[in-house]
């Protein structure tokens, strides 16, 4: 896979366990300012819960630097860590849950607890359509206008979106390729061309 799933759309859904009710929500979020943005529409959707837990991966899965997660005055470790890690095994990136509970009465004990916000993010999850993102870098080439007909050959092939473009002397472009493909488009360009034309990769993704 080029790349990883995200959400497609915002999914709301609720169970209810012993009493208490833990409404989760799940919905793309790229930075923690769009986690906590996604944690302050859930406050004031429903006021006055007993605790508003979270877990967000606002980045691809593999990120580390990317978690955030937060128990919200439940005891350590029962919610945000148990919630963080059924999204960590669902593989998605940039998502972020938030699960509202409005306690019922009856407690729940700390593997209680556990298994209530796990099953919360579980069952949402199940919900929630999801998309895939293609992982791109970014990268700039240069060549003379005879060699048009071949990059814009494997511009096509390798699916590459073109960022900016100018006509003056040379042809100058600005890409978004495929990450996972980016060695074998530099070569084959490369290659097609001789070596007249490089393909240079700028490190960071788009």
Known sequence: MS????PAEHTVNEVIIKNSRFIASVQAA???????????QCQQEWPGASHYCTAAIVAAPSNSQAYAMSDDGEPSGTA???MF???QSSGLGE????????FGGVKLGTGGLQRAYSQAVAEVL???PTQEKIVRKRAQIDYDYADQNTIEHFIKRYDSEILQQEFTAQVSMQLAIVAETALSLQNDIKNATQGRVVLTIINGEN
């Open 3 to 6: 790349g990883y799933f995200v």
């Open 30 to 40: 790229n930075s923690l300012q769009a986690h906590q943005q996604h944690i302050l």
């Open 80 to 82: 945000g860590k148990p």
């Open 85 to 87: 890690h059924v999204l």
């Open 95 to 102: 998502v972020s849950v938030v699960v509202t509970r409005y």
């Open 126 to 128: 199940k919900q929630l």
